[in-house]
């Protein structure tokens, strides 16, 4: 008999990685009929895809879970599930302690997540009738977790398969893609380093590098279906090296496969017959073989192997973002050896002038920008590491950084081995000391704008506009429904409606480097422009945001 339509609701934390799974996940549940809904009181289904990385992450979880458990008592059918970092890290610890969890899935099992919902549907539907207090009893919990055995050689290729799946399923269910100008694809899965204070090695297991010609052909079908800008995934993306020592079958006759090796756009022939696609050639093949991509970027840049080869490439191909994230940690080389971060504060400068040195080009309209992360309050820090800090944050005039205070993680070598001993109190007026520092920087790198025309990437009506006319940001970007951090979907594409169509609107947009830049069109011009490539100038920086018109 078929099931009734369910209702889900998806609420996303953490990192990029975690809004593409989001993403995707969304769209093999609505290819296997489930509607979505922004509401998580309507839903059947309430599922947290989670974050792990400061406790603070995984507190939002803990409440938001506490607080169900009223509701569950109500509606015993109702099917709770906790995805991501923070099921793959507790485990089943998770459902001992919050028993109002029915589903568990880590992130390299994501594609069994279908399966999982529905046996724990069906098992509430088939306990219907019973007393609140035995369903609950009853209703055994759906588990798929990973644990530690994709760090395992002997089932690093099984677990490439099943992970490999997620991704492919874009292709077959892409959600409401039409309305998607930006999306986000990934090249590799899990992380390697081992950073002692960092949980996502042990969440998201061993490094597994996407065959290049998967990543091609996502790109090509999300262009296809209106994408313009993608943003390539991976916790270390510079590491990226697929090896091609499998033989193909070409006509009955094994070949081996060839990479190909980048030599330089002046070069006519690219390419040589290579092994191995590295980094550099990863993003000249997406540029040259998907020209739909109107912007490329990638997402985090590890500051160790990063060679002249990937400069090169994003310096040649005029649709690369000249926007590199690449967080530094902290400016003191003593706490750089304890995070096992594998550079020197002096390599850290010497990449960062490095990509200036290639990459800035203010002249012609692109200004490099560049984004970093701190950890504030590490073990044993002192105020000489923390000047130290201060001094690589003056050198590296981020256009914004993240500051975060070091929340120590079970599981990590830190953890385990270096007590937490840095008040918080200290952590707190550190933490705003380089704030502050970082907010003039911000501030002055905007003021450095004005003037300026630049290529604005319009994605929607501005917050602010919203605010005041007391308009809903519709879901856009086809993440239909899906929350994070309890804000609606990034990117939001909206569009006005009929009857809002009145006097002049104010819209937002991304410049090529990143900065956000706010400008006023007239109402009735405004649902054209969402989604396209426009010539913006900066007439005037007010604190962090600029100010253009067309
Ligand atoms: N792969 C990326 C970072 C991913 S985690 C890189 O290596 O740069 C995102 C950020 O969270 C990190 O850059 C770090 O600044 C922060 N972070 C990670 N673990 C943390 C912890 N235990 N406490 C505080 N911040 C942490
Ligand atoms: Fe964590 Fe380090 Fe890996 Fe980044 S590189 S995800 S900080 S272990
Ligand atoms: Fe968080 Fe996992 Fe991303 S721990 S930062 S969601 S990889």
Wanted: charged share 25%; aromatic share 6%.
């Amino acid at each position: 008999m078929p099931m009734p339509t369910k209702t889900v609701y998806l609420e996303t934390f953490g990192c990029q990685m975690n809004e593409l799974d989001s993403e995707l996940i969304a769209g093999s549940l609505s290819a296997l009929g489930y509607r979505f809904t922004g509401q998580s009181e309507q839903a059947d289904i309430v599922l947290f895809n989670t974050c792990s990385v400061r406790e603070r992450a995984e507190q939002k979880v803990w409440s938001r879970l506490g607080a169900l458990k009223t509701r569950k008592k109500s509606h015993p059918d109702l099917v709770v599930g906790v995805l991501g970092c923070m099921a793959e890290r507790d485990g089943v610890d998770l459902i001992h302690r919050m028993p109002v969890v029915d589903v568990m899935c880590g992130p390299a099992e994501l594609d069994k997540l279908p399966e999982l919902i529905d046996n724990a549907v069906r098992t509430k539907a088939s306990l219907a009738g019973s007393s609140p207090e035995i369903a609950i009893r009853k209703s055994a919990s759906q588990i798929a977790l990973q644990g530690n055995s994709s760090r395992r050689s002997g089932t690093l290729a099984a677990a490439q398969d099943s992970l490999e799946s997620l991704d492919l399923s874009r292709m077959v269910s892409p959600i409401d893609t039409n309305t998607a100008r930006s999306s986000y694809v990934r090249i590799t899965r899990g992380c390697n380093k081992f950073c002692t204070y960092c949980v996502v090695p042990h969440t998201r297991g061993a490094e597994i590098h996407r065959p290049p010609t998967h990543i091609i052909d996502e790109c090509k079908r999300l262009v296809d279906s209106g994408v313009i800008e993608i943003t390539l995934l991976g916790q270390t993306v510079n590491h990226y090296r697929y090896e091609h020592d499998s033989a193909v079958s070409i006509d009955g006759v094994l070949q081996p496969q060839k990479g190909r090796t980048y030599k330089g756009s002046h070069n006519r022939d690219a390419f040589a017959g290579a092994q191995t696609t590295t980094f550099a050639d990863l993003l000249y093949q997406i540029h040259e073989q998907v020209p739909g991509i109107e912007r490329l970027r990638f997402l985090t840049s590890y500051p160790r192997d990063f060679g002249d080869d990937v400069l090169q490439v994003i310096r040649d191909c005029p649709r690369i973002c000249r926007y590199i994230h690449v967080p530094a940690q902290t400016g003191s080389n003593r706490l750089l050896k304890m995070m096992n971060r594998g550079y020197t504060i002096e390599e850290y400068d010497e990449f960062i002038d490095r990509v200036r040195a290639y990459l800035h080009q203010p002249e012609i309209g692109r200004p490099l920008m560049l984004s970093g992360d701190i950890i504030v309050g590490f073990p044993t820090e002192t105020d000489e590491d923390h000047d130290a800090t201060k001094r690589m944050l003056e050198r590296s005039r981020y256009k914004n950084c993240f500051i975060f205070k070091y929340s120590p993680r079970p599981g990590t070598v830190a953890y385990d081995k270096i007590p937490d001993d840095i008040d918080d109190k200290i952590k707190r007026a550190r933490n705003n000391e380089l704030l502050v520092m970082q907010t003039e920087i911000s501030d002055s790198i905007a003021s450095e704008q004005v003037g300026k025309s630049f290529k604005v990437l319009v994605e929607g009506i501005s917050r602010r506009e919203h605010r005041k006319r007391g308009t809903e940001i519709k879901a856009g970007s086809g993440m239909v429904g899906i929350t994070i951090d309890g804000q609606s979907a990034r990117a939001p594409v909206a569009v006005l409606d009929e009857s809002e169509i009145t006097g002049t609107v104010q819209l937002s947009g991304r410049t090529d480097g990143d900065l956000i830049v706010f400008f006023d069109v007239p109402a009735s011009e405004a649902n054209d422009l969402v989604g396209t490539i426009r010539d913006v100038r900066v007439n005037h920086a007010d604190r962090l945001a600029l100010h253009g018109s067309l």
